[in-house]
């Protein structure tokens, strides 16, 4: 074993000697990029595999973990700005349970946990504050569950009910949010927290409810209604709708123009108050539909008319009075007949409530480009757009279309620029593959240069090789013939005439550090001569 290793340090060393400087800096690279790499894939496999132990930890529990965890020895990492605790993978449930044992995590001392101390010794004043910070904690754990919050504070201020006192107060709430990096609460997430914590509160009015961020920015207006989410909800609807009609009218003169060529600006009076309007209406039924109630009454009368005399008789035209001729009594009838009928009369009740948000006016204005429009007509723009938004001369709507020369400066300016850093990446790109192919150049000379190196030794390793088989020849010859063969030492000596002396030391250095195997490869080619 040791002649082996001897042998293969004695190849290494030889080796090394033939080689030029730069392929020994080569190699010495190349080892040393070796040793790095099997030193990080070690310490890879070996480094332990880490699991979460806990998570959405407060600062409070991360900082008793930490020094339990320093206590027993346990390595940990921290992570998620120190609120997750990292430990090696097998030591994760019995670190727990060591952990629990300790009473740790203690949960912050938030939410309904704070009732657990709670005793019959309690003062009433601790039982309020208790039960309010108790509340605190759920509305703050609550909250940091919607996506983007990070952390949340929140305060109660809820007062005690009289019995004997018409003043009464309401409860407020106020609410500090902290979000993640780059991101902020929409419109909705804030009136999400607000009915949120009104709710959890008996008698809360969500206009009572403050909502502020971590710079100090307050996100809620509690003197605006909340039907629609508030001031800020309404100037978002009218900034969406003034913002899509624009986009709209852009496009369109866009396709007129060209891009770049116009600017629109729209503004929308809106309405956001809610009407709600009754009206009733009758309508005339129509013909032949059969009455809701009918009644007829019918009067007859048969028998002697009036009596005869001188009071009796018909006025005639002159005022005279006819009796007639023979002045005696005549019978007479009367009959009278009503119906009375109830027609039915239609009746439409409408109750009828407008939504927010409708448009009451609309005004845009239009800049064309004098360079880009010089043979377009404006009034032919104001109809088309007037047209394509429903703008009518009733509803107090206007169109101004104006041309007027466009300042192309800060365009030619950021032109130049993008033109700029697209020729910097180009050059880059260029450079990066000029390198690379330079690399691969190096790579690939080094490779053939070493193996022509190779090439080289092996064929002189061969060519002496050769003499000294024939040299042991013309010796096994000259002892055959009773001439005196000639001694290794001219054989040395005729191995120093050859071009390679390298090859003269390594021999010499193989036969004297294993001469037994090199008397048993002489005495084989003795042997046979082939």
Avoid: C
Wanted: glycine share 8%; proline share 4%; hydrophobic share 40%.
């Amino acid at each position: 074993m040791r002649t082996n290793m001897n042998r293969v340090m004695a190849r290494a060393r030889q080796a090394i000697l033939t080689m030029t400087i730069g392929q020994r800096m080569a190699v010495l690279v190349g080892t040393a990029a070796l040793l790095v790499g099997a030193f990080l894939v070690v310490r890879w496999v070996s480094a332990p595999s880490y699991a979460p132990l806990y998570t959405d930890l407060s600062g409070a529990d991360a900082s008793a973990v930490v020094d339990e965890l320093e206590t027993q020895g346990i390595p940990y990492k921290l992570e998620d700005g120190g609120s997750t605790v990292m430990v090696p993978r097998t030591d994760v449930y019995s670190t727990r349970i060591a952990l629990s044992g300790e009473g740790l995590p203690a949960g912050g001392d938030s939410g309904y946990s704070i009732l657990d101390g709670s005793d019959l010794s309690t003062s009433e004043f601790k039982e309020q504050t208790n039960f309010k910070r108790a509340m605190e904690g759920e509305l703050s754990n609550t909250i940091e569950a919607i996506d983007g919050v990070d952390t949340a504070v929140v305060h109660l201020s809820i007062p005690e009910k009289e019995v004997f006192s018409d003043d009464k107060v309401d409860p407020t709430a106020s609410v500090l949010v902290d979000t993640a990096q780059g991101m902020t609460l929409g419109a909705e997430q804030v009136q999400a927290v607000v009915h949120l914590v009104a709710s959890s509160i008996e008698g809360l009015d969500p206009k009572k409810v403050t909502v502020a961020d971590s710079t100090g920015a307050v996100l809620t207006n509690p003197d605006a209604e909340t039907g629609l989410g508030g001031a800020s909800t309404q100037a978002k609807i009218q900034q969406n709708y003034e913002e899509g009609l624009r986009a709209e009218v852009q496009s369109m003169l866009d396709r007129v123009v060209g891009p770049g060529n116009s600017s629109v600006t729209v503004t929308a009076q809106m309405d956001f108050d809610t009407a709600v309007t009754d009206s009733r209406t009758y309508v005339r039924p129509e013909r032949n539909t059969p009455p809701l109630s009918e009644s007829s009454s019918t009067e007859t009368y048969s028998g002697p008319g009036a009596q005869s005399g001188v009071d009796g008789g018909t006025v005639g035209p002159d005022g005279q009075m006819d009796t007639g001729a023979d002045g005696a009594d005549g019978d007479s009838s009367y009959e009278n007949s009503q119906v009375t009928r109830d027609n039915p009369v239609g009746e439409v009740v409408e109750h009828r409530e407008s939504a927010p948000g409708s448009v009451e006016s609309l005004h845009l204005a239009i800049v064309l480009d004098t360079a880009a429009s010089a043979s377009i007509d404006e009034e032919l723009v104001q109809e088309l757009v007037a047209a394509g938004v429903g703008i009518t001369a009733e509803d107090g709507s206007s169109i101004e279309v104006t041309k007027m020369p466009f300042d192309r400066s800060a365009e030619d300016a950021a032109a130049k620029e993008l033109a700029a850093a697209e020729a910097a990446d180009a050059r880059q790109q260029k450079n990066d593959i000029l390198m690379a192919v330079a690399l691969a150049l190096g790579i690939a000379l080094l490779v053939l240069l070493a193996w022509w190196q190779a090439h080289r030794r092996a064929k002189k390793r061969e060519k002496a090789t050769t003499y000294v088989v024939e040299q042991l020849r013309a010796d096994a010859a000259a002892r055959t013939t009773s001439v005196a063969p000639s001694p290794a030492v001219a054989v040395l000596e005729a191995a120093d005439d050859d071009e390679s002396g390298a090859l003269q030391d390594e021999l010499a250095a193989l036969v004297e550090k294993q001469p037994e195997d090199v008397a048993a490869l002489l005495r084989g080619w003795l042997v046979d001569p082939r």
